[in-house]
């Protein structure tokens, strides 16, 4: 964490998931000086991660699965972009589902994983064919 003393901003990124304090101390410049102290519980919570990032179905068949949710705060939605025209999403549950192309190939998108407490976080997924 860093304050600027010009903007009075206290900022600063999380990288761990975890409740920490932050204890604020102001002191004013007038004689005599007064100063108030007071602590903040800051939670930082876990970013939801995707795994497996890949999926091998079989060639010219149906498949319906969902990618594994680890971390984050449910309830959780879901979003897909760059997919082909044969991959649907259920936005509620995460499932993927459609039926692979004939013959042997793969095709990747972006998979977005949101959770309840606005973190969120974003794979490039897989899926082989064959």
Do not use: C, E
Request: charged residues 5%.
């Amino acid at each position: 964490m860093s304050f600027n003393s010009s903007t009075h901003v206290i900022s600063g990124t999380p990288t761990t998931a975890n409740t920490y304090t932050v204890t604020v101390k102001v002191t004013d410049s007038a004689s005599p000086g007064y100063t108030v102290t007071q602590s903040y519980n800051l939670v930082v919570n876990a970013t939801p991660n995707v795994s497996p990032t890949s999926k091998t179905v079989a060639r010219n068949q149906n498949f319906n699965f969902v990618p594994t949710t680890t971390g984050g705060t449910a309830p959780f939605t879901w979003s897909i972009s760059g997919k082909p025209s044969w991959v649907a999403l259920n936005a509620s549950t995460g499932a993927l589902s459609g039926k692979a192309p004939n013959g042997n190939g793969s095709a990747s998108f972006s998979l977005t994983v949101a959770d309840a407490a606005g973190a969120s976080k974003t794979v490039t997924y897989t899926i082989n064919y064959n």
